[in-house]
């Protein structure tokens, strides 16, 4: 008897540590990294902070907002790669450990001089300030500590920091900096903001979910009124929620958000162990429509058709809730930060509709619309334009939208659904070429708010017509075929024909295209490449050095734009 009774205790405390842990438990090493930074240990961003577009893939290290403060190797190992580039990562630096895991650290300044040194060689040897280079191990050890760079505000950062990465070296999956044991003390539970209700018999897309304000009474939230009534008999739900560490005021991403269902796990996610290839996918774990309208960040806490596993974890129906039953069902949400400080919401959701029949609503306006769904290949085509949406594009069903405008003076523009729901991938559009004279020149067009992009459009047959062109895009918009005869323009900032530059630093070149799209920028100074730098893709800056001794010297600069229209200026100087 008391072996059955222990038993039957085992058996519930399993059940019970199953439900409060859906996740794994990360046993990543603690105290194997250093800070990377020499500066106040602080992070101004932590790992899957929602962005546009993407997950924030790493820590954000604080550089008392200054710019070249000294960063070091967070560990034993060697540098394995370099990357330059004008937006994204900066100028950055990939470093391999033997237990298996690489650090990145980005949006830095000078390296090292000994790996600068090899770096400029290297852009010199392939004739490219655009460089991502594999380094042989042997070339540049790194003990624990070592001076590799100095910060900076480099690519895509909005102001002094270092940004900072933990990946597993043979997948490539970004690792949670804050599951390694950094000294950054958190004893600050995250705060939730709102719930938000979806009705689950349409599609998220083509819906404003219900929001329910939230009070926290003896340090657990509760809805106003706790017992929420619907007019739908399946629901899911997604939560506003941040997180801060102790001592700062920064808002910052939360780590994990599980739903429960009478205390048995029904969905949630962790923001943990997320490659490059996967962080669009953010436009599913949010409320995409919501947030381009102008709305809030909502986190979905069950997983769209649309999205695979990635940071989910579910125990079926991918976290939508039957409540057709009529009953009261009592809800419970989690959610923690990475040092497992935890908040609580608890709620109770019944249905109206007892005794009614529940079908799938259909909105009256676009019932004769055709339905776009995820995991098919979608296709639209009418005798002016063509797409095809790939099997892995959407997210949830739409009731695809097509309208026609023909402008005053210019091309046909043809709206393709609208931007506020998002797509994950490339898919190709074709458009007929209405009149355009030169067939090598088309771009195309698209634009919705005040976002816009230019693609070249290449010429291809459609049954027995030969002039419609394609380019490829991953957004709904508005879209139209252009052609392009404009070459880029090319203003000269500190140099200018026939001058004597020896008390020069730099010398710049602000280039403007029309279409936005830059193909190349080369500068040859007495026939052989010059380096010039394109951070942030604002200018083209040339800082003198050896490359350019004392004497007489000639610089042609040569720009070309997508389609390629080139412009091109010759300057004589003496130096």
């Not at 190992?77 to 990562?89: H, M, N, Q, T, W």
């Not at 033997?98 to 650290?105: F, I, K, M, S």
């Not at 090899?118 to 042997?138: G, M, N």
Request: with cysteine; glycine share 8%.
């Amino acid at each position: 008897m008391v072996r059955i009774i222990v038993a039957l205790v085992a058996i519930l405390l399993i059940k019970s540590i199953s439900f409060a842990q859906p996740f794994p438990y990360k046993n990543y090493p603690k105290g194997y990294f250093t800070w990377p930074v020499d500066a106040r240990k602080g992070i101004v961003a932590n790992f899957g902070e929602l962005r546009p577009n993407h997950y924030h893939m790493g820590l954000d290290c604080r550089t008392d907002q200054m710019e070249n403060r000294r960063v070091f190797a967070a560990a034993d190992g060697y540098i394995a790669k370099v990357k330059i580039e004008p937006s994204g990562f900066g100028r950055c630096i990939y470093i391999n450990h033997p237990n298996g895991l690489t650090t990145l650290y980005a949006h830095l300044n000078n390296f090292n001089p000994a790996l600068e040194k090899y770096v400029t060689e290297q852009q010199y040897r392939l004739e490219s300030w655009k460089v991502f280079l594999d380094i042989p191990a042997s070339l540049f050890p790194v003990s624990k500590g070592q001076l590799i760079a100095y910060s900076g505000n480099t690519g895509g950062s909005q102001g002094p920091h270092t940004h900072f990465e933990i990946r597993d070296t043979k997948t490539d999956k970004v690792l949670n900096p804050l599951l390694f044991g950094f000294p950054l003390a958190d004893n600050i539970a995250p705060e939730i903001l709102r719930l938000a209700v979806y009705d689950r018999s349409v599609s998220t897309f083509e819906q404003t979910p219900k929001f329910y304000p939230l009070k926290k009474v003896n340090g657990v939230y509760t809805t106003i009124p706790n017992l929420l009534l619907t007019n739908s008999g399946k629901l899911s739900f997604g939560i506003s929620a941040n997180d801060r560490y102790t001592g700062s005021t920064n808002k910052n991403g939360i780590y994990q958000a599980c739903l429960y269902e009478d205390e048995q796990f029904i969905s949630g996610f962790q923001m943990d162990s997320i490659s490059y290839d996967e962080t669009r996918y953010l436009n599913a774990h949010v409320d995409y429509k919501l947030r381009s309208s102008g709305g809030p960040f909502v986190q979905h806490l069950g997983r769209l058709p649309g999205y695979p596993m990635g940071i989910y974890k579910d125990g079926g129906d991918e976290g939508v809730i039957n409540i057709e039953d009529g009953n009261i069902h009592q809800l419970k949400i989690e959610v923690k930060d990475a040092q497992g400080n935890s908040s609580l919401l608890h709620f109770g959701v019944q249905t109206r509709l007892l005794g009614e029949t529940l079908s799938p609503a259909v909105l009256p306006a676009v019932s004769q619309q055709p339905e776009f769904r995820p995991g098919f290949i979608n296709v639209f085509e009418n005798s002016n334009i063509s797409f095809y949406l790939p099997e892995n594009a959407l997210y949830d069903s739409i009731r695809f939208t097509y309208k026609e405008i023909i402008p005053f003076n210019g091309n046909p523009v043809y709206q393709l659904h609208n931007g506020n729901v998002p797509v994950h991938g490339m898919f190709p559009v074709k458009v007929k070429n209405v009149g355009a004279a030169h067939p090598g020149k088309m771009v195309m067009h698209r634009f919705w708010k005040d976002k816009d992009d230019y693609a070249k459009a290449v010429q291809v047959r459609v049954g027995k017509e030969n002039n419609w062109y394609q380019a490829s895009f991953r957004a709904f918009g508005n879209f139209q075929l252009l052609q392009d005869t404009i070459p880029p323009t090319i203003a000269a900032i500190g140099i200018r024909e026939g001058m004597n530059a020896a008390k020069l630093n730099r010398i710049a070149f602000v280039i403007k295209d029309n279409t936005k799209e830059l193909q190349n920028f080369t500068a040859y100074l007495d026939g052989k490449w010059l380096r010039f730098t394109n951070d942030k893709g604002s200018a083209f800056i040339y800082t003198f050095d050896e490359h350019c001794p004392a004497g007489v010297h000639e610089l042609k600069i040569s720009v070309e734009d997508c389609v390629g229209n080139k412009a091109e200026r010759t300057y004589h100087f003496t130096r």
